[in-house]
């Protein structure tokens, strides 16, 4: 959009000029630790305690802090806790923690004041180990030998111990054929050829060949003979610090039995020096190959390879500013690039000294003494360099010259008064004029040797207001004018008008603010605004009122957001807008509408206020959360993105819109703390990589490490950054995950994207601000859970995996169904044979009772006797049917009064009238007198039938109601009647 040139890094301060300065091009090594800047994780955010005496970073990448009141792991958002408590009161041997170190078991080694510890990270089990017979077991530095032998340096000794066998053996003059002497060691090191190095409090430095177990005792390094702390650096220099007696660096012989050494002391005449003779700690800086010494008044840094001049940062009167007093620890975070700092009192502090990837720019005037360092735009050629200030107007560097300029001591802008901030720079390609689009002074046109000419809505027509937002030259000469109330444009040919917002197009837009204005290979003219979206018209600066309107913003549906800040036109003709509250959007022709990207490529914050492609086709995206490259933009499967961040050297994370520009091979983007510059070529290969850790795994809401050592144990056998599986009980099937990218510069830019397979369609995206997953009431089965993330800069993972497998409830398994299974088959087996069983006595009682009445067809024919009352033959016909009726249909108790009548086809006055005259009985009484004689005939044959059964045989469903109609005919129950007929037993015989 705009262009912009390198220029040299020089500062030039006067009274009456607007200077550049340069804060830091390319930083050489003492630039950089002489400019750091320090964060601080104290109480005050989070730390329990500020007193730390020792800092260490294990194998995962987590940074453990030990104080003199228990052991916490850091991860970048927050601490883990691992001390004895009213919880846990004998969880450690102390909480006096003095050293940490780790084995290739993944096993931490904590030295206490009173014993030391082994804690397996793996399963968090901590083993709890005192000295025998030790006169002390305070307990200063522990060496790792391998990976079953440790050396213990304590307050009155050193021993050697086996984990395997649980011995210890004490080194003595016995054992070191007469040179050690049991004495207080303060310090063990294994240098890179293997030696062990110890030092003592009063006693020396030894050196003991492992190999050879043949112990050095060296002469004295000081007056007090003391080797408090020992460091190796980079190019394998031992550096051995005395208490109260400096720093010495040893010269070591060939064969190492001969010592020399350098000491490097304070000097109360020399700020250069050595901050303070007391020297707790030592460690080097990769980076900066620098030497970084803690003391009890702060912090040195020197070179390694040169020593002598050391920068101090101390808290108090001292040029080079540090939080906390008391360095106790020092420690290089290979990973992050990163050095800590622990203090007595001033808790955990770290800063960054990687090589920054931007030359920041901050302007000041120093003619007004006012900061101004909001860049509103840029332009750069090979002649000049121009930059629009806030509140005051435009600035030029001069290569001429090498010198900064206020436009008010530019002789061409001699006549201007004031000149308010300038939105946008454009240099006519054609005729070399440059124009300067100002927030409330119109247009200024600039020709070198000639005073500037300033154009106002009042003096001119192409101007619809003086509040000048954006300038744009297209392709056919035409210079086109945004406003927030109009539009204006110059042709080349000499035609200049200006035409009020509402009256651009066929369709009608009142006071949108236009924002940027660009036309593409179409002849369109695109139009950004702040209240209706983006606006598109023909390019033709004599038709603007006649020109078909496109309007693009949510109210249609075609753009997601109506504040648009900026328009770009990549290579390949994408056309691409910045949006607050939307942030990217990509055009899309077939549909002709803008399509969201901001999601889609996972971009920081909302607002993209500025475009830049450089020349491998990337976009570079000025955003309200850092600088941001955008690989392969347009194809979603291919893109690629990295954020860059005031962790890697910007001023600030904001840019202001459409402050920004490229010229030959370097990108600037102004900000509102200056302007940054810089070659993406040499930022192509730049990536980290990502470590990924879970660092806790809730079930129904507590931590996997907080269960019952048993219940724990059932769901998975490691703690939750080495667990690969867990299994979890049905009644326990809430399951929460917690991770951390492991990043400490600014770790809320982090950015997670997790899913539980068989649960999740796609992948759910956080941030650093929510780091947990959370899946209720899982039903049971096998899931995969997959996490990945980025570092502070958009750099992925790789995908991580969990597995979780929910047990089904003891109701649900598959013992539990193989029962079911059973029962049911039992059961329908139960009722196949009662079915079956009912059939057979169905038929075989339908047959008895067949055979009962047919057994004496004399008396059948002759009289039938229903309740006592005899029949003469006359009506035998009609009443052996009715009988023959009731026979029939004896065991089906539907059979009723309704279906006699139908029955006997006839009418039921007809029926009940002769049953009335022939028996005295109504119809319902009728059926039941058959079906109680059945009965009896029923019980006399068969004396062993069940009543139930009986009941069911001659017509009642249910055998109570048979046993009370049967006691109200004969006067007694259906079991006083079958004993008459019971077959007597021998003994009643007798």
Same mark, same amino acid.
């Given at each position: 959009?705009?262009?912009?040139?390198?220029?040299?890094?020089? =500062?030039?301060?006067?009274?009456?000029?607007?200077?550049?300065? &340069?804060?830091?091009?390319?930083?050489?090594?003492?630039?950089?630790?002489?400019?750091?800047?320090?964060?601080?994780?104290?109480?005050?955010?989070?730390?329990?305690?500020?007193?730390?005496?020792?800092?260490?970073?294990?194998?995962?990448?987590?940074?453990?802090?030990?104080?003199?009141?228990?052991?916490?792991?850091?991860?970048?958002?927050?601490?883990?806790?691992?001390?004895?408590?009213?919880?846990?009161?004998?969880?450690?041997?102390?909480?006096?923690?003095?050293?940490?170190?780790?084995?290739?078991?993944?096993?931490?080694?904590?030295?206490?004041?009173?014993?030391?510890?082994?804690?397996?990270?793996?399963?968090?089990?901590?083993?709890?180990?005192?000295?025998?017979?030790?006169?002390?077991?305070?307990?200063?530095?522990?060496?790792?030998?391998?990976?079953?032998?440790?050396?213990?340096?304590?307050? !009155?000794?050193?021993? $050697?111990?086996?984990?395997?066998?649980?011995?210890?053996?004490?080194?003595?003059?016995?054992?070191?054929?007469?040179?050690?002497?049991?004495?207080?060691?303060?310090?063990?090191?294994?240098?890179?050829?293997?030696?062990?190095?110890?030092?003592?409090?009063?006693?020396?430095?030894?050196?003991?060949?492992?190999?050879?177990?043949?112990?050095?005792?060296?002469?004295?390094?000081?007056?007090?003979?003391?080797?408090?702390?020992? %460091?190796?650096?980079?190019? @394998?220099?031992? #550096?051995?610090?005395?208490?109260?007696? @400096?720093?010495?660096?040893?010269?070591?012989?060939?064969?190492?039995?001969?010592?020399?050494?350098?000491? %490097?002391?304070?000097?109360?005449?020399?700020?250069?020096?050595?901050?303070?003779?007391?020297?707790?700690?030592?460690?080097?800086?990769?980076?900066?190959?620098?030497?970084?010494?803690?003391?009890?008044?702060?912090?040195?840094?020197?070179?390694?390879?040169?020593?002598?001049?050391?920068?101090?940062?101390?808290?108090?009167?001292?040029?080079?500013?540090?939080?906390? /007093?008391?360095?106790?620890?020092?420690?290089?975070?290979?990973?992050? !690039?990163?050095?800590?700092?622990?203090?007595?009192?001033?808790?955990?502090?770290?800063?960054?000294?990687?090589?920054?990837?931007?030359?920041?720019? +901050?302007?000041?005037?120093?003619? $007004?003494?006012?900061?101004?360092?909001?860049?509103?735009?840029?332009?750069?050629?090979?002649?000049?360099?121009?930059?629009?200030?806030?509140?005051?107007?435009? +600035?030029?560097?001069?290569?001429?010259?090498?010198?900064?300029?206020?436009?008010?001591?530019?002789?061409?802008?001699?006549?201007?008064?004031?000149?308010?901030?300038?939105?946008?720079?454009?240099?006519? $390609?054609?005729?070399?004029?440059?124009?300067?689009?100002?927030?409330?002074?119109?247009?200024?046109?600039?020709?070198?040797?000639?005073?500037?000419?300033?154009?106002?809505?009042?003096?001119?027509?192409?101007?619809?207001?003086?509040?000048?937002?954006?300038?744009?030259?297209? *392709?056919?000469?035409?210079? #086109?004018?945004?406003?927030?109330?109009?539009?204006?444009?110059?042709?080349?040919?000499?035609?200049?008008?200006?035409?009020?917002?509402? /009256?651009?197009?066929? !369709?009608?837009?009142?006071?949108?603010?236009?924002?940027?204005?660009?036309?593409?290979?179409?002849?369109?003219? #695109?139009?950004?605004?702040?209240?209706?979206?983006?606006?598109?018209?023909?390019?033709?600066?004599?038709?603007?009122?006649?020109?078909?309107?496109?309007?693009?913003?949510?109210?249609?549906?075609?753009?997601? /957001?109506?504040?648009?800040?900026?328009?770009?036109?990549?290579?390949?003709?994408?056309?691409?807008?910045?949006?607050?509250?939307?942030?990217?959007?990509?055009?899309?022709?077939?549909?002709?509408?803008?399509?969201?990207?901001?999601?889609?490529?996972?971009?920081?914050?909302?607002?993209?206020?500025?475009?830049?492609?450089?020349?491998?086709?990337?976009? #570079?995206?000025?955003?309200?959360?850092?600088?941001?490259?955008?690989?392969?933009?347009?194809?979603?499967?291919?893109?690629?993105?990295?954020?860059?961040?005031?962790?890697?050297?910007?001023?600030?994370?904001?840019?202001?819109?459409?402050?920004?520009?490229?010229?030959?091979?370097?990108?600037?983007?102004?900000?509102?703390?200056? %302007?940054?510059?810089?070659?993406?070529?040499?930022?192509? *290969? =730049?990536?980290? *990589?990502?470590?990924?850790?879970?660092?806790?795994?809730?079930?129904?809401?507590?931590?996997?490490?907080?269960?019952?050592?048993?219940?724990?144990?059932? &769901?998975?056998?490691?703690?939750?950054?080495?667990?690969?599986?867990?299994?979890?009980?049905?009644?326990? *099937?809430?399951? $929460?995950?917690?991770?951390?990218?492991?990043?400490?510069?600014?770790?809320?830019?982090?950015?997670?994207?997790?899913?539980?397979?068989?649960?999740?369609?796609?992948?759910?995206?956080?941030?650093?601000?929510?780091?947990?997953?959370?899946?209720?009431?899982?039903?049971?089965?096998?899931?995969?859970?997959?996490?990945?993330?980025?570092?502070?800069?958009?750099?992925?993972?790789?995908?991580?995996?969990?597995?979780?497998?929910?047990?089904?409830?003891?109701?649900?398994?598959?013992?539990?169904?193989?029962?079911?299974? %059973?029962?049911?088959?039992?059961?329908?087996?139960?009722?196949?044979?009662?079915?079956?069983?009912?059939?057979?006595?169905?038929?075989?009682?339908?047959?008895?009772?067949?055979?009962?009445?047919?057994?004496?067809?004399?008396?059948?024919?002759?009289?039938?006797?229903?309740?006592?009352?005899?029949?003469?033959?006359?009506?035998?016909?009609?009443?052996?049917?009715?009988?023959?009726?009731?026979?029939?249909?004896?065991?089906?108790?539907?059979? @009723?009064?309704?279906?006699?009548?139908?029955?006997?086809?006839?009418?039921?006055?007809?029926?009940?009238?002769?049953?009335?005259?022939?028996? @005295? +009985?109504?119809?319902?009484?009728?059926?039941?007198? &058959?079906?109680?004689?059945?009965?009896?005939? &029923?019980?006399?044959?068969?004396?062993?039938?069940?009543?139930?059964?009986?009941?069911?045989?001659?017509?009642?469903?249910?055998?109570?109601?048979?046993?009370?109609?049967?006691?109200?005919?004969?006067?007694?129950?259906?079991?006083?009647?079958?004993?008459?007929?019971?077959?007597?037993?021998?003994?009643?015989?007798?």
């Amino acid at each position: 959009m705009k262009a912009l040139f390198v220029f040299p890094v020089r =500062v030039c301060i006067s009274v009456h000029i607007l200077c550049l300065l &340069i804060i830091s091009p390319l930083f050489a090594s003492k630039g950089i630790v002489s400019h750091l800047q320090f964060k601080e994780y104290s109480t005050l955010n989070g730390l329990p305690n500020n007193d730390v005496q020792t800092l260490f970073q294990d194998s995962n990448g987590f940074v453990w802090v030990g104080t003199k009141y228990g052991l916490f792991r850091y991860d970048g958002y927050g601490i883990q806790e691992i001390k004895s408590n009213l919880h846990n009161p004998s969880l450690l041997t102390s909480n006096n923690i003095q050293c940490i170190t780790e084995d290739k078991l993944n096993r931490l080694w904590i030295g206490t004041d009173n014993g030391f510890n082994v804690f397996n990270k793996k399963t968090r089990a901590i083993e709890k180990i005192i000295i025998p017979k030790a006169k002390s077991n305070n307990i200063a530095r522990i060496l790792i030998l391998d990976n079953d032998n440790a050396l213990i340096g304590t307050e !009155n000794g050193l021993y $050697r111990y086996q984990y395997s066998r649980q011995a210890f053996i004490e080194l003595t003059a016995k054992n070191t054929a007469g040179v050690f002497n049991p004495t207080t060691v303060k310090s063990l090191l294994k240098d890179s050829r293997g030696d062990v190095w110890i030092g003592t409090w009063d006693s020396g430095l030894y050196r003991l060949n492992p190999t050879t177990q043949k112990m050095y005792h060296y002469p004295p390094l000081n007056q007090q003979n003391s080797a408090h702390y020992i %460091f190796e650096d980079s190019r @394998g220099t031992i #550096w051995v610090a005395g208490w109260s007696n @400096g720093l010495h660096r040893l010269h070591l012989a060939a064969n190492r039995s001969l010592i020399g050494f350098d000491t %490097f002391t304070h000097d109360v005449r020399n700020p250069n020096s050595l901050a303070d003779n007391l020297v707790y700690a030592i460690s080097e800086d990769p980076l900066t190959k620098t030497l970084w010494v803690g003391g009890s008044v702060g912090l040195s840094i020197t070179d390694a390879a040169n020593p002598g001049k050391f920068i101090n940062y101390q808290v108090h009167a001292s040029p080079h500013e540090l939080p906390a /007093a008391e360095i106790d620890a020092v420690l290089y975070d290979a990973n992050n !690039n990163k050095m800590w700092l622990g203090s007595l009192g001033g808790g955990v502090i770290h800063t960054n000294t990687s090589k920054p990837f931007f030359q920041n720019n +901050m302007t000041i005037s120093s003619s $007004r003494r006012v900061f101004a360092t909001s860049i509103y735009s840029l332009y750069v050629d090979q002649d000049d360099c121009w930059i629009g200030v806030e509140n005051h107007g435009v +600035m030029r560097y001069s290569h001429d010259t090498d010198q900064y300029e206020e436009y008010n001591q530019i002789k061409e802008f001699g006549q201007i008064k004031s000149m308010s901030t300038v939105f946008d720079i454009l240099k006519d $390609r054609r005729s070399h004029t440059i124009y300067f689009a100002s927030y409330s002074d119109g247009l200024y046109v600039y020709q070198k040797g000639k005073n500037v000419k300033n154009y106002r809505y009042t003096n001119c027509h192409f101007l619809p207001v003086n509040h000048l937002t954006a300038l744009h030259q297209d *392709n056919k000469g035409n210079i #086109w004018i945004a406003t927030k109330g109009g539009l204006g444009v110059m042709a080349p040919d000499g035609y200049r008008t200006s035409v009020a917002l509402f /009256a651009i197009g066929t !369709n009608k837009v009142a006071d949108p603010d236009i924002r940027d204005v660009i036309t593409d290979h179409q002849n369109n003219l #695109w139009m950004a605004t702040s209240t209706q979206g983006i606006i598109r018209v023909e390019a033709n600066p004599h038709a603007l009122q006649q020109a078909k309107t496109h309007i693009y913003n949510p109210a249609r549906g075609t753009l997601s /957001a109506k504040h648009v800040l900026c328009l770009f036109i990549d290579s390949k003709n994408q056309l691409w807008a910045g949006t607050e509250g939307s942030g990217l959007c990509l055009y899309d022709p077939s549909s002709d509408t803008f399509v969201d990207k901001h999601l889609a490529y996972n971009l920081p914050g909302d607002m993209v206020s500025s475009i830049e492609e450089d020349e491998s086709g990337n976009l #570079w995206l000025g955003t309200n959360s850092g600088l941001v490259r955008v690989s392969s933009p347009g194809d979603d499967a291919a893109t690629r993105i990295r954020i860059f961040t005031t962790g890697d050297g910007l001023q600030d994370n904001y840019f202001i819109p459409n402050s920004s520009c490229h010229f030959q091979h370097k990108l600037y983007f102004g900000s509102t703390k200056g %302007f940054i510059s810089f070659v993406p070529e040499e930022l192509k *290969n =730049v990536s980290q *990589n990502v470590n990924l850790q879970l660092t806790e795994i809730y079930i129904r809401g507590r931590k996997l490490s907080q269960l019952p050592a048993d219940k724990r144990r059932k &769901i998975s056998a490691y703690s939750s950054e080495f667990t690969e599986s867990i299994t979890v009980p049905f009644e326990y *099937n809430d399951v $929460r995950i917690e991770f951390a990218s492991l990043t400490y510069n600014n770790p809320l830019l982090n950015k997670y994207a997790y899913k539980l397979e068989n649960m999740d369609d796609d992948w759910k995206y956080t941030d650093g601000t929510h780091r947990l997953a959370e899946y209720n009431n899982l039903p049971s089965g096998n899931y995969r859970f997959l996490i990945k993330a980025t570092n502070e800069n958009g750099d992925w993972s790789d995908v991580r995996q969990l597995n979780i497998k929910v047990l089904s409830p003891w109701w649900a398994t598959w013992w539990a169904y193989t029962l079911y299974t %059973f029962l049911l088959t039992l059961f329908a087996y139960y009722v196949w044979q009662d079915v079956k069983r009912r059939i057979t006595l169905k038929n075989s009682l339908r047959i008895h009772v067949m055979e009962a009445y047919n057994k004496n067809e004399k008396e059948r024919q002759m009289i039938v006797e229903v309740d006592s009352i005899r029949v003469p033959g006359s009506d035998e016909v009609f009443l052996e049917q009715a009988i023959d009726c009731v026979k029939k249909h004896m065991t089906d108790s539907a059979f @009723g009064v309704s279906e006699f009548v139908e029955a006997m086809s006839t009418s039921k006055t007809t029926l009940y009238t002769r049953l009335k005259e022939l028996t @005295g +009985m109504n119809l319902s009484g009728f059926i039941q007198s &058959i079906r109680l004689k059945a009965a009896c005939q &029923i019980m006399q044959e068969q004396p062993g039938i069940r009543i139930s059964d009986l009941a069911y045989a001659v017509g009642f469903n249910d055998p109570k109601y048979f046993s009370r109609c049967f006691k109200n005919n004969y006067g007694m129950q259906p079991k006083e009647y079958l004993k008459r007929y019971q077959p007597k037993t021998d003994r009643e015989v007798l």
